[in-house]
């Protein structure tokens, strides 16, 4: 089972120079967060973290897939999600709100926890529209039964709109 705890990453202990971190993110790293966009997926993600005096700059790069649903045919399929981002953080006496890219820590912090965002780098790259032809390996055929449902669902839809309510003519008249 997945927790928070295991992307709490204690930098005070690391030397200057670069640590690399990796971790394979199965269906448990998502059901650490309540309403989870992404229920299932299995994702390698990769850290580079470079530590300087007062600064550090973490580089996520992730790479794998995510089971989410065709905007199409509502079928579940793989699909290939792919990134890589850049944060820096930085030790400062009076921390400022972040501002995106740059973290503001006070002295005293000791960890950063880097689970929002390895979940946000993999939820920022599912686009906006997808299908089952992103399938990961090779495109998948949409479910043809649930196209032929839905085909028939749109022509109800067609046949109640072309029954005109008689106030819309009404107002079709006033308009002419
Ligand atoms: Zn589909």
């Given at each position: 089972m997945d927790s928070?705890?295991?992307y709490d990453i204690d930098f005070v202990k690391l030397k200057f120079g670069q640590h690399s971190f990796d971790y394979e993110i199965d269906d448990s790293f998502f059901s650490v967060k309540d309403h989870s966009l992404v229920?299932?997926?299995?994702?390698n993600v990769h850290l580079l973290i470079d530590k300087k005096d007062r600064l550090m700059n973490f580089t996520f790069s992730i790479e794998g897939i995510v089971i989410t649903e065709c905007d199409v045919c509502l079928?579940?399929?793989?699909l290939p999600v792919k990134g890589t981002e850049s944060i820096v953080i930085k030790i400062v006496e009076e921390p400022l709100e972040s501002d995106g890219e740059i973290i503001?820590?006070?002295p005293n912090a000791v960890s950063f926890n880097v689970y929002d965002h390895i979940y946000e780098i993999i939820c920022t790259n599912i686009p906006m529209?997808?299908?089952?032809?992103?399938n990961a390996g090779k495109p998948k055929a949409c479910n043809p039964e649930m196209?032929?449902?839905l085909s028939e669902e749109d022509d109800t839809s067609t046949?109640?709109?072309?029954?005109?309510?008689?106030r819309w003519d009404k107002l079709k008249n006033i308009k002419e």
């Open positions: 928070l705890k295991n229920k299932q997926g299995n994702v079928d579940s399929f793989d503001y820590l006070g529209t997808k299908t089952c032809k992103d196209l032929k449902f046949n109640f709109e072309q029954q005109t309510d008689p």
